[in-house]
């Protein structure tokens, strides 16, 4: 199964691909797979297969030289009464193809590492430019809010001056004594 990661349409390609990394990763696991030995209870690929048996020897030996004629070849081995543990290192064949395996598995790793990276990223980015958008709009805002706040104290100052201005005194003249 293949996966396809699409850059462009809700992710932004940050980290590009990189040959070397490819390269570190691929003889990372070269190297764990050189190091590692299959068994039961560690099934990961490895070079070694551990095989233990707890039957008489001559059942054992049956039993191993089927391996044997299947190409392995002995690198260890243990023998006690009713157990024999050996170490037999896969034949060259196999040992390429699982080592083509593991590249296969290196470059979907690095693919889906480097996608999740991307993501935390695009993540990131996204939060920057959202705060600074909101920073930019409270600025924006303040700006506005003081504007306002002059005009208001402008509006307020001019009522309040005419509210309380005292009307002018005007000399009463006798045509208006006579009215009276």
């Known amino acids: 199964m293949t996966t396809q990661y699409n850059y462009g349409i809700d992710t932004v390609e940050f980290f590009k691909h990189t040959e070397q990394e490819?390269?570190?990763?691929?003889?990372?696991?070269e190297t764990a797979y050189f190091r590692h030995c299959t068994s039961l209870a560690y099934p990961q690929q490895g070079v070694n297969v551990a095989w233990v048996s707890e039957k008489p020897l001559t059942a054992a030996l049956?039993?191993?030289a089927g391996w044997m004629i299947a190409g392995y070849t002995v690198v260890t081995s243990v023998s006690q009464p009713l157990y024999l543990s050996v170490n037999l290192r896969k034949p060259q064949k196999m040992i390429e193809d699982d080592l083509l395996i593991v590249a296969d598995e290196a470059k979907a790793?690095?693919?889906?590492?480097?996608?999740?990276?991307n993501v935390a990223e695009t993540r990131r980015q996204m939060e920057i430019t959202i705060t600074r958008r909101a920073r930019e709009a409270a600025v924006e805002a303040a700006k506005v809010a003081a504007v306002h706040q002059v005009s208001e104290e402008?509006?307020?100052l001019a009522d309040l001056l005419k509210a309380y201005r005292k009307p002018p005194k005007t000399k009463a003249t006798k045509s208006d004594e006579v009215a009276a």
């Open 22 to 29: 490819l390269q570190k990763l691929t003889k990372d696991k």
């Open 154 to 156: 402008e509006f307020a």
């Open 109 to 117: 790793e690095y693919a889906a590492s480097r996608y999740a990276r």
């Open 62 to 64: 049956n039993e191993l």
